[in-house]
């Protein structure tokens, strides 16, 4: 898929009435939202419907979320309003965007495939400038092995992570957690089943 497919394809698929990969956070950023210092200031990439984007202004964190889908964008702003938490949206092609500079606390990204090795760097590389010195990386994604259980994630082996390449992309950082692991995950009709997952909390260094 090219780059400029990429907003068609997602308004396409946020299309349902449904929410596609529901409404409750990730079991990891639930797991792991203590990390954050209170008040931070986050940023949410590639945050779809704001399941995320939506807990963490509920746990008092100045939030701001991006997506390439103004469909995706539209049913995040109406969740929000729903569950009364300012959140600031932004439609946005992380192939495009301009990265704030050392604005941020910490960035979560969650699933965030849809990028080949070339765009992967460059968003990796965006965070590293965003965050603040110290800023914290809540980053969790599918490895290799996701595709022999295909329950979810890109059905190319380029854009999985893997242990080896998460620590090169992230050698200068400060790993404070990289566990790989195989679980079952239920996040609405999107991601479903046995998955193959790795998490890291990584901090930049001062």
């Not at 990891?28 to 704001?50: I, M, N, Q, W, Y």
């Not at 992230?170 to 089943?193: C, K, N, P, R, V």
Request: net charge negative; aromatic share 10%.
């Amino acid at each position: 898929m090219t780059e400029p497919d990429q907003a068609a394809f997602w308004d396409e698929r946020y299309a349902t009435g449904e929410y596609l990969f529901g409404t409750a956070p990730n079991a990891f950023l639930a797991r792991e939202v203590h990390c954050l210092t209170p008040g931070s200031k986050v940023l949410a990439v590639a945050d779809g419907e704001g399941r995320n984007s939506v807990f963490l202004a509920q746990h008092g964190h100045r939030v701001v979320a991006t997506d390439i889908s103004e469909r995706a964008l539209d049913k995040a702003r109406a969740f929000a309003e729903r569950r009364a938490v300012d959140v600031e949206y932004r439609q946005a092609n992380l192939a495009e965007w301009e990265w704030p500079a050392e604005a941020l606390d910490a960035v979560v990204g969650i699933f965030i495939q849809f990028a080949g090795p070339e765009l992967r760097e460059d968003i990796f590389d965006g965070i590293h400038r965003s965050l603040k010195p110290g800023g914290l990386l809540l980053l969790e994604g599918y490895r290799e092995e996701q595709l022999a259980y295909g329950t979810g994630g890109p059905p190319n082996i380029e854009n999985l992570y893997t242990e080896d390449g998460l620590r090169r992309a992230f050698s200068t950082w400060e790993i404070e957690l990289l566990d790989a692991y195989d679980t079952e995950i239920e996040e609405g009709i999107g991601h479903s089943g046995k998955s193959a997952l790795i998490d890291l909390i990584a901090r930049k260094r001062g």
